[in-house]
């Protein structure tokens, strides 16, 4: 069916396609016979094989990558399409608009987006209150978080930590965002001292709710090495119960597309099919280090079944898929849920 779709969409200004598709998506929600309807012909419990991770049950590995639904909007339409989970946001504590448009594009030679959305969202109180909306209870539900453009370093930990009050009774976990290219600074929050505040504080703020929720931290694919070990040992000495690798990378090596589209293109994250490889092996040197100490959710070109399957060998728990969906649509769900039930 998404062969017959995609060219439609494909016809569109990218961004333009995304909203036309989440308001359709959020017209199948508010209506239960549609939503019915999506699960008959996908059967979200087909394929299912649950797992435990990070203490939560999750029907499936294969869950929803951040940024498709940055405002919550749909969540029942992810659980009906066949999600394991979902992660939402990233959300800011306050609303803001993001950078101006265009902002976001295809790369179809190379199966590939590049965005520069940079935080577009309606901010954390108007997220959760969706989610106190949801009606579909087996999937479970991320809550990704990050600061608002404004908010200098010095006082990020405290947008993380707003972020997290205000989705704690939503969220089963939360992933702390410190690697989108398209905020200024942003990534400078992976190193050593900033992130120990962010982390401390989020996992404060949890405690202090009686909610100690599981917490990850998303990494950019374009650190070192020794900076995606420095992360890991964070994230372990401080409790945290994983790392979300990789976000969108910067790097445009080995590009199909002609150098002077991308030059058109301009600024932005790289995903899609180009960013495997490098996410992939983060995720191996993450395992490596960590051994069972920390869970892996792999994030980064999932654009078959067969790349699911990487990923899951070189140590994750869990995959999600974003741009995957955007060049196979939601068909891609199911076959990378039976590849990873047959490959067990
Ligand atoms: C348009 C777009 C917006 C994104 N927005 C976010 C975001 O708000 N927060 C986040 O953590 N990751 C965001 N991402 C990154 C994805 O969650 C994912 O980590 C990345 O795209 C790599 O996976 P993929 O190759 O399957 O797309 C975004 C990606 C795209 C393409």
Redesign the pocket.
Known sequence: MYSLVRPLLFSLD??TA?ELTLGLLKTIQKRPFVLKLIKSIYRPGQWNDPVEVAGLRFPNRVGL????D?NALVPDVWAALGFGFA?L??VTPLPQPGNPRP??FRLPQDK????R?G?N?RGADVAAERLRQRRSRDMILGA?V?KNKDTPPQRAAQDYGRGVRALADVADYF?V?V??P?TPGLRSLQQRDALVDILKTVLETLQELGMPKPVFV?LAPDLSDTAVDEVTDVCMELGCAGL?A???TLDRSGLRTPADLLARIGEG?L???P??AR?TAIVERIRHRADRRLAIIA?????TPRHAIDKIRAGADLV???????YQGPALIAAVKKALRDAA
């Open positions: 990218a961004e995304h990558a951040a940024g498709l940055k992660e946001g990233t902002r976001l590939a987006l590049i965005n959305m935080f969202n990704n990050g992933t965002n690697s989108s398209n998303k979300v990789t976000n969108t994250g995903s899609g099919a960013l495997h996410s994030s980064g070109g999932i654009l999600q898929l974003y741009t995957g969906l955007i």
